[in-house]
């Protein structure tokens, strides 16, 4: 092709696919990522022309707004999700004069359109119906600043991703003098005031079962201080713990004691299950190792595994005012956390 100009229409022509490519793999970025992202939210008025699109929208439809405004919304179209589709729930929710809800789906996707009449037209907001179903299930397990964070910063959360992070275990002990229904009463109440806790602080709870409570630090987003974020949340564990215990003495209940463990290190996390069964899973030592410090552990009392320790000391090294309470440490026994390993150092920590 030696002409110039068509050299050029053609050059133009390649440049356009190369940009409506990129435009579709943002697209389908967008759709794996759609668990953390805003709902789509559109406008149409009363002809079924375009009125208003938001940023959301425009990459899953990889399309610009100042291109589509004013045009027929049947222009709109990234599968299961058709123009199409959208005049006809349209017309639905017009001539009801109510919010219609609807799934739309194909082989791989399945989202929730919802048509609201306006006095300028409909507005539609659109959102992933397997993320909205996650978004659900994780709110069990991840405070909402890391719910919110986790979105931002696009992590699928179905990925499984190895994270350097704190764990804490708590685990409470028996009481013969307790009847069966109330200890289970009782044990669900513990669960939930230290959920709270933990929760409220930012971290996650990995799980909970029976009398056991593992939360960690640094999952799902990494932080570089997770062992001070732990110890910290540890002396607030220990004061909701305290709290339920006067609480119980006055309905004249013993208390359960409970052994509090803290271990870091690597752990695998990611969302586990399918469909509506989903659910948040970590494996890793650390959850392990801390398991263990918090049987080994006296009554309401904190151990930490050195390697915890040592990385707290020298977050402290460099902040020594960063914990919310004086705290102090004493060397505890040496212990095999894992079968194979060679005996580790444990440590005391208390309230000053």
Known sequence: MDDPAALRAENARLREDISRLERDLATRDSRNTIVGMKELVLTIGSSDRIVDINSTAERFFGIRREEVL?????VLSCPPVEGS?????ADRARRTRERISETVSNETSSMTVTASPTPEGIQFMI?????????????GYLSPTALESLGRVLVDPAQARRNDCSAVVISLRGDANIPTGVEKTLRDEWIQALCAVVLDTGATVEGFSGGRLTALFG???PVDDHPLWAVNTLFRLKDAHRTLAAAWSRRGLPMFRAGFGIDS???LWCQTGIDKRVG??????PIERAGILAALA???EVIASGRAFDALRGILERRPDALWRPAKFKRGDLVRLNAGEELSQTILIAES
């Open 127 to 139: 959102a992933d119906a397997g993320a909205q179903r996650t978004r659900t299930t994780l709110g």
């Open 298 to 300: 006296p009554d309401d």
């Open 85 to 89: 589709t959208l005049r006809s729930i």
């Open 265 to 267: 290190g690597d752990a």
């Open 219 to 221: 999952v799902p987003l």
């Open 280 to 285: 948040f899973s970590a494996i890793g030592r």
């Open 70 to 74: 004013g045009l027929p919304v049947e």
